[in-house]
């Protein structure tokens, strides 16, 4: 069993049994022979639902790119079958299968103005004059590109080419599009633009979005499901709010958002931590009773300055950070083990932060703390 | 001038009290002595001998050596000889069939060689494409000579064909080099691009990949178009009876009287491949 | 999603097909080219091998028999009296002016191209293009329109000639054509942009901070240049020699027109066997010991390269 089912929500896995699946990737790998061996996807298997944004994270070479170029046929797998809906593709050369891609360096055809660019596809297909002329009209309005049809694609701006590759490969109308970081090229401002023009397109157009990035902000608030992969496997597929607080191992919860990592003993449904304090938890799979490791994120714990009273742990500040918006508040807890909590700045003249060296009292919320896997 | 720290050797010569000697346009590590009157000789003595050429064409007098007026005798004479005008066509149309087979084989060829893994027999390819430019020209004249004329014998046949065949296969490496040069510079991502909006490999290659190595194929075919109508050698030894080229006929006028009418053609040919060169460099350096 | 994996295909079977085709399809493109170069270039070399191991024909061409004569005149030479075996003195000489002006060629373009691919490169990037563009032009002009070029110069009644009469310093004129001398000079104009070009490169690549860290160090511009340029220049200087030293050695044109009929280089000897000489077999001989030489300067050549780059 995959650890991905193993960790789907009861409410997701209704959603799975209603709706259809799109991309299918069945069991892929894909290893790259050269001087050396890289097994770029190590027995990959994930279903992609229709109409759904749906996002790849994972750190550089983690293999999403390569399982992105898998789907759209630019390269055959070494094993596992890649199916669309229920039919198989794997033969199916790139120009037949009905998935187009957003370059990661946009790929525009620099010999042809931003209209030809995006008629491109559709007069391979075939189309009669009159409509390719329409859907052009009508993407260059999707994309707010009306003005500069005629440009050539070397006289526009970054933000500008990317809205034409993706004005380009929606034009089609494919059932899947694939994105491969479209944004990493782009500023912070023009990135958080066109962060929600994707979301606004992808519900206009109703077509299956596959997006790539290594930003676990971007994929947390885009998405609607994630999968979390390193060296080529797939280790945790679920909504934003899933992968972030419950994900399933070290390595998810490390690459998305800060956490704290505390030793404790599971007996039961029920861990108690080494520093002190009981918590009632949901078990994963897989985990039996004794030493595990638990996750409490940063912002789901409180200090306050004193000693210990019930239900809290004892700890000592070691530093203080003010970041804006928050207060990160560094401690020891008495295991020797280092935690820090994030306070939300409340309004000066409000209740003090702890101070550096001082005694504190940690207060964990209920239902924070999460058991990993490993 | 600004402070340097490096002791020259005109500073160390001239102590900082007197007078120092102005180095105008400031310490250049650049400049290295007489290098630039070297050069400047060099350009000389490289133009030189082409320009008195040149000029010669336009004596009016029959010597050599005495300028007697300008003139534009000996390009009239050289028009009216029926010998240079058989010999001009012929060139023309050999380098012309040459240069495009040539240019579509290495065209073919580039495509195949280029922006890929190694495939089994890609060096050997490589190898062969290139060939031609690696043997001495005289060693393949022998080679060509010996092996057509027992096909000449053999068959009987003695048309342009042996002389188009010779001139394509020296030609392949020189238009192959400027379109490789071209598809390496290419992005390979825009012909993915076309496959993945539809279009079928024929169509990936006319409405992309074409377009966009345009410029290396032209330079190419006329890299390969200069290199034959240049060509000595490989046509002396080629040639059947009546088979002269221009650079053949040249090379055949002297041995007997040189007249200005030599260096007529000459000038000619220097100014076609001028414009070629022009050209060709225009297409090369253009890219964005 | 299936938890059994049903496979559509035996594991990497549709790599290995995608890459047969692939492979298929570049040497089907390659086809006309190799097609090409195999029947009028490559092919005939191939020829030629065998036809060095035959006996000459009495009217040129050959009868075939197998013989070892054509490798062996390249060398020595029957006695035509007693039938012994002595050395072929004619071609040793005309194999030592091959060499040795090839050489001195080689060393002449060195001198002059070096500091000329060296004043090209460190002038300003606009004028750069357009000295550039001057080397370039006489190694894309022709060859023979060249040779006649210089032929004009230093015939009796040439430029050189009718100048140094005019000044006065000689009486009579000099007899530069058809002698050594007249091949070297030729030469040396002739394939001079073959070494300018490479070096040029070099130059262009070089990393001028480099040279001021050396000047900073104390160094003369003497100094700079023997320490510190000429050794990151060398792959340039390595590969113009070669590019200049192996026409050289194959010169047909040059050596015919400037050198007469008595003059010959390696490449006039070999013609004269397929003319007056109607040995064919020794011409082929000839030929593909030509060729060898030409192959050992290019591995030599390939070698140092290689290895410069495995250095650096
Ligand atoms: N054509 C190829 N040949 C050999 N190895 C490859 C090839 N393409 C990818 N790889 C290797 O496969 C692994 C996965 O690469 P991939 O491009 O899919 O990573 P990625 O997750 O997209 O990374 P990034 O975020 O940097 O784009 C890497 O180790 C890479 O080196
Ligand atoms: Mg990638």
Not at chain 2, 211 to 234: C, E, Q, R
Request: glycine fraction near 6%.
């Amino acid at each position: 069993m995959t650890s991905q089912t193993a960790h789907a929500e009861p409410a997701e896995a209704a959603i799975a049994d209603t709706t259809a699946i799109a991309v299918d990737v069945d069991r892929v790998s894909k290893i790259f022979r050269g001087e050396t061996e890289v097994r770029a996807l190590d027995d990959v298997s994930v279903g992609i639902r229709k109409n759904e944004f749906f996002t790849l994270l994972g750190p550089s070479g983690c293999g999403k790119t390569t399982l992105l170029r898998l789907i759209a046929g630019f390269e055959p797998p070494t094993m596992g079958a890649i199916r669309l809906g229920t039919r198989d593709i794997s033969r199916l050369p790139p120009n037949q299968r009905p998935i187009n891609t957003v370059f990661q360096n946009y790929a525009l055809f620099p010999h042809m103005s931003v209209a030809q660019n995006i008629a491109f596809g559709l007069e391979m297909l075939g189309k009669p004059k009159a409509e390719v002329q329409r859907t052009v009209d009508e993407m260059l309005r999707l994309v707010r590109m009306e003005e500069l049809k005629n440009r050539r694609t070397s006289e526009i701006s970054g933000g500008q080419q990317q809205r034409v590759a993706l004005a380009r490969a929606l034009a089609p109308h494919p059932e899947v599009l694939l994105l491969d970081e479209p944004l990493s090229a782009l500023d912070l401002k023009l990135r958080k633009d066109m962060q929600i023009e994707l979301k606004r397109l992808q519900h206009e157009t109703g077509i299956t979005f596959i997006f790539v990035t290594h930003d676990q902000e971007e994929a947390l608030t885009m998405s609607d499901r994630v999968a979390v992969m390193s060296a080529g496997k797939i280790l945790q597929v679920g909504r934003p709010r899933d992968i972030y607080e419950r994900p399933a191992e070290r390595f998810v919860a490390n690459f998305i958002g800060e956490s704290n990592f505390l030793d404790a003993t599971l007996s039961g449904g029920t861990v108690e931590l080494a520093a002190g304090g009981r918590f009632d938890v949901r078990v994963p799979e897989g985990v039996r009773d004794g030493a595990v490791s638990v996750l409490v994120r940063p912002e789901h714990a409180s200090v306050r300055s004193g000693e210990a009273a019930e239900g809290e742990t004892g700890a000592t500040v070691e530093n203080v950070v003010y970041s804006g918006e928050a207060t990160v508040v560094h401690l020891r807890l008495a295991t020797g083990e280092a935690m820090k909590i994030r306070l939300a700045n409340a309004p000066q003249g409000g209740e003090a932060p702890p101070q550096t060296g001082g005694a504190a009292a940690i207060r964990i919320a209920p239902g924070a703390v999460t058991v990993l896997k490993d | 001038m600004a402070e340097t720290t490096t002791p020259t050797p005109t500073e160390t010569a001239a102590p900082a009290l007197t007078a120092p000697r102005r180095e105008p346009r400031g310490y250049s590590v650049r400049s290295l002595p007489g290098f630039a009157v070297i050069a400047i000789f060099t350009f000389f003595a490289l133009y030189a001998p082409i320009l008195i050429l040149v000029t010669y064409s336009f004596n009016a007098g029959t010597s050599l050596a005495i300028w007697e007026g300008f003139s534009l005798r000996w390009y009239y004479q050289a028009a009216a000889n029926e010998a240079v005008q058989d010999a001009a066509i012929r060139s023309l149309y050999l380098a012309f069939c040459a240069a495009t087979i040539a240019t579509v084989a290495a065209t073919m060829a580039a495509l195949a060689t280029t922006r890929t893994r190694r495939f089994p027999g890609k060096t050997m390819i490589y190898a062969l494409i290139n060939q031609p430019l690696m043997i001495p020209e005289i060693v393949t004249a022998v080679a060509l000579l010996i092996v057509f004329a027992a096909i000449k014998v053999w068959t009987g046949h003695t048309s342009m064909i042996y002389l188009i065949a010779a001139h394509t296969a020296f030609c392949v490496p020189f238009a192959y080099l400027p379109i490789r040069a071209r598809l390496e510079t290419m992005d390979n991502t825009l012909e993915t691009a076309a496959q993945d909006l539809y279009a079928s490999r024929w169509l990936t290659f006319r409405r992309v990949t074409l377009p966009l190595m345009w410029p290396g194929i032209v330079a190419g075919l006329m890299l390969a178009f200069v290199i034959s109508l240049d060509d000595v050698v490989i046509t002396e030894f080629v040639k059947s009876a009546g088979q002269e080229t221009i650079p053949t006929y040249m090379l055949g006028q002297l041995r007997r009287v040189v007249t200005p009418e030599v260096n007529a053609i000459s000038t000619v040919i220097l100014m076609a491949g001028v414009i070629l060169v022009a050209l060709f460099f225009r297409l090369t350096s253009r890219r964005r | 999603m299936s938890a059994q994996a049903e496979t559509p295909f035996p594991p990497g079977a549709l790599e290995r097909e995608a890459e047969t085709a692939d492979t298929r399809r570049r040497w089907l493109l390659s086809l006309p080219a190799i097609a090409i170069i195999v029947c009028a270039a490559a092919g005939p070399l191939l020829v030629m091998v065998i036809y060095s191991f035959l006996t000459p024909g009495d009217y040129g061409n050959v009868k075939w028999e197998f013989s070892l004569e054509g490798w062996m005149n390249t060398i020595v030479q029957r006695d035509i009296f007693d039938d012994t075996l002595i050395w072929a003195d004619a071609h040793l000489s005309i194999f030592w002016r091959s060499f040795s002006l090839s050489l001195i060629t080689t060393i002449l373009t060195l001198i002059i191209g070096v500091p000329t691919a060296w004043f090209v490169a460190t002038q300003p990037p606009g004028r750069r293009e357009f000295w550039l563009f001057l080397v370039t032009v006489p190694f894309w002009t022709n060859l023979l329109v060249r040779t006649i070029a210089i032929q004009e110069l230093i015939r009796s009644e040439g430029v050189i000639n009718l100048v140094l009469l005019k000044i006065g310093i000689i009486d009579e004129p000099l007899q530069m054509m058809f002698t050594d001398f007249a091949i070297g000079f030729g030469m040396t104009y002739v394939y001079l942009p073959l070494m300018v070009l490479p070096v040029y490169a070099a130059v262009d690549k070089l990393d001028f901070r480099l040279v001021e860290a050396a000047h900073d160090l104390y160094a003369s511009r003497w100094t700079a240049f023997r320490r510190v340029i000429l050794p990151l220049i060398k792959p340039g200087i390595i590969a113009g020699s070669i590019l200049v030293f192996v026409p050289c050695l194959g010169a047909y044109v040059t050596p015919r027109v400037l050198g007469g009929g008595k003059n010959l280089m390696f490449g006039n000897l070999i013609e004269l066997q397929f003319g007056a000489g109607r040995n064919w077999p020794l011409g082929a001989a000839l030929s593909l010991m030509l060729m060898a030489a030409v192959m050992v300067a290019l591995i030599f050549y390939v070698r140092i390269t290689s290895r410069e780059k495995a250095d650096g």
